[in-house]
Structures are given as structure tokens and as C-alpha cells.
């Protein structure tokens, strides 16, 4: 219950009156009743401003890679040449390729409409967590699984993507059979991580590194013996997983650190890069 008004005055007069010596007065300070905050609005009350709907993310997504995808088609021999000298020499330094693995988590690709923002590193262990299911994952497949896109790092410099991502087909006219090593393809990260790795692992490895960007309907009648050979026993089975397995709605089902010893295995000392 509260105090009588009447009390409450006659208290506080006699306060007052005790106080005056001093100079003081006690009086009423008034009561402020904040306003209570706001509450959010409802889901079905917000702006379409406001909230992206798939299908407009996949469009503008899509609108952003189409101009770099067109740059990569209209490279032409001298923009491939002027690449290969631009990267005849490391740029990274001599690091572990461990830590280049690593670093995919860094890295994504603004063209693959399959991924979207996934990193390279949860499409490579994709790829795997797949070969493991199917029993295919041997120590080579697997290898090549986790350094094939290492030269997708190259986003992470100022060379334009145009340049590291994308498909790849022949520049210019090629007679049939000549062979890939033997005609200009277009430059991307394929032949960067190729020229980093061509001296250290077993040939046709490297060459799937080289090639497993292929344009193939275009690339196809080029080949020589040789390729259509390990185009059909590597590139073939490799691209169905480096493709198929593409999401960005499914967390991989092996953890990276699971493959180091792959890695040290084949790359026991740090590489120029």
C-alpha cells in the first residue's frame, strides 16, 4: 500500500525544514517512463529490399561471372604467351604445399555456378569424400584431387580472373592428332600448377593437372594417341568427380588433415611457387 499523500507532504516539510541550515531542499524529481523498444517486424512484413530470393542471387551471380567468362574465350596467342612468361617464375616463393592445400580455404572461384561462394578447398574434399564412397580413392587420384586447382590461388593476386578460372580450348587452327602439348591452348590455372608440378610427380599426373580443364568437344579430335589414352583412363573418370560433385549445399564428409600424409608424402621439402 502506498503512503498517504497527506504523510508524505508533512514528511518531506519536515525534512526540508532539517536540511535548511545547510542550504539544502529536498524536492521531487519526476518520473520518466522510457518508451519500450520497439519490436522487429514480422517475417511476412519485411521488404523484398530486404531479403535476396535465391533465384536473384543465382542471376546476379551469374551476370558477374558472364564478362569474365567472355575475357577468357577472347584470349588470344599473344595474351597466352605474355601468361607464360608472366609465370615462368614463382611468385608465392618456395613454401610447403601443404600450406598452399590450406590456403584453398581462401580461395573461390566467381565463375562456377555450382559452388557459388563455396572455397576450392570444400570442392576438392567433395571430390574425395565422393572417390572414398565409390572405393576409387587411390594415393594417386587423391593426390592429384588435392593440388589440381592449387593454381587457383592466383585469385588471390591482382591477376584478373579471366586469366585463372574457366574452361580451356585451342587458340588458333591445329591440324588433328597433333597432339595438346603440341598445339596453344587458352591460359588459365591448369598450366600454372602444371609448370610448378610437371618435374615432381609421375608424368601422366602432371598432364591431367595440365588438361583437366578441357573444352573437350573442341579438344578432342586434337589429341594424339597418347592423350586420348590417358584421357580416357584419367581425365575422363577424374572430370566426372571434379564436376559431379560440385554443391554448395553439402559439407564434405572427410576432414582435410585426413590427406596430409599424401601430401608430405609426395612434397617432403617446400617448392618454388
Given at each position: ?198 618435374d615432381l610427380i609421375p608424368d601422366e ?69
Open positions: 500500500m502506498g503512503v498517504p499523500v497527506t504523510v508524505a507532504a508533512r514528511a518531506g516539510r519536515a525534512v526540508n525544514r532539517a536540511l535548511r541550515p545547510l542550504n539544502v531542499e529536498l524536492r521531487r524529481r519526476p518520473v520518466v517512463v522510457e518508451a519500450p523498444i520497439a519490436a522487429p517486424p514480422e517475417p511476412d512484413r519485411w521488404s523484398t529490399d530486404q531479403l535476396s530470393a535465391p533465384e536473384q542471387l543465382q542471376s546476379a551471380y551469374a551476370a558477374a561471372a558472364a564478362p569474365i567468362i567472355e575475357r577468357h574465350r577472347q584470349q588470344t596467342a599473344a595474351d597466352v604467351l605474355a601468361l607464360k612468361r608472366r609465370y615462368a617464375e614463382p611468385i608465392f616463393g618456395r613454401v610447403r604445399v601443404w600450406d598452399l592445400v590450406e590456403r584453398l580455404g581462401c580461395c573461390i572461384d566467381p565463375t562456377d555456378q555450382r559452388l557459388y561462394a563455396a572455397s576450392q578447398q570444400t570442392h576438392v574434399l567433395q571430390m574425395i569424400a565422393q572417390m572414398e564412397r565409390d572405393g576409387v580413392a587411390t594415393p594417386e587420384l587423391v593426390l592429384v584431387a588435392l593440388i589440381h586447382d592449387l593454381g587457383k590461388l592466383l585469385l588471390l593476386t591482382d591477376e584478373d580472373p579471366a586469366n585463372v578460372v574457366c574452361m580451356n580450348g585451342p587458340v588458333g587452327e591445329w591440324e588433328p592428332g597433333s597432339g595438346l602439348d603440341n598445339c596453344l591452348l587458352q591460359w588459365n590455372h591448369d598450366e600454372f600448377a602444371y609448370e610448378r608440378f610437371k599426373l602432371a598432364w591431367l593437372i595440365r588438361y583437366h580443364s578441357l573444352e573437350r568437344a573442341q579438344t578432342e579430335a586434337l589429341m594424339d594417341e597418347q592423350d586420348r589414352e590417358r584421357a580416357e583412363r584419367l581425365l575422363t573418370p577424374f572430370a566426372h568427380y571434379d564436376h559431379a560433385t560440385k554443391t554448395p549445399f553439402a559439407l564434405p564428409a572427410v576432414s582435410l588433415l585426413g590427406y596430409r600424409d599424401v601430401i608430405e608424402e609426395a612434397f617432403p621439402e617446400p617448392i618454388p611457387f
